[in-house]
């Protein structure tokens, strides 16, 4: 099984795309991003999380319910590592791996397209972000 240790080296394995790396706590990563994302990796065997804050949900319900329409029709429809889902006031884009058989390559993936999906799906985010 992976442990915490591999889990660093996959971090700091990451490719041009991260700015700076912090263990806030022994087992979970602050991950500074060059487009400014900051994701959090979390080892919490039997899996490590990967989870980036997209926004906090609008006030409206009617924009919310839009929203939530959208971020179900883009788990379906675009995500192919995680998905979107609520914490607290929060939209997040999370994705969990399992340390069985993880890989230094299955993380970059699961990392790249968590970055890509917040660069794509943000054109369609944004009118529902008010702060």
Partial sequence: MVTREDIQSFIDRLDG???GIEEVQEGLWL??????AEVVVHYN???????VRVMEQPAGENQRS????????L????LVH????????HVVLTDAL????LDFSEFQASFDSILLALASHMSVLTPYRER
Avoid at 45 to 51: E, F, G, N, Q
Avoid at 66 to 73: A, D, I, M, S, V
Avoid at 98 to 101: G, I, P, T, Y
């Fill in 17 to 19: 795309t991260v700015q």
């Fill in 98 to 101: 399992e340390l069985e058989s």
């Fill in 66 to 73: 839009e929203l939530f329409r959208e971020l179900l029709e």
């Fill in 45 to 51: 065997p039997p899996v490590v999380l990967l989870r």
């Fill in 75 to 78: 788990n379906a429809r675009d």
């Fill in 31 to 36: 991950i500074q991003t060059s487009e400014s």
């Fill in 82 to 89: 995680g998905s979107y889902g609520l914490e607290g006031d």
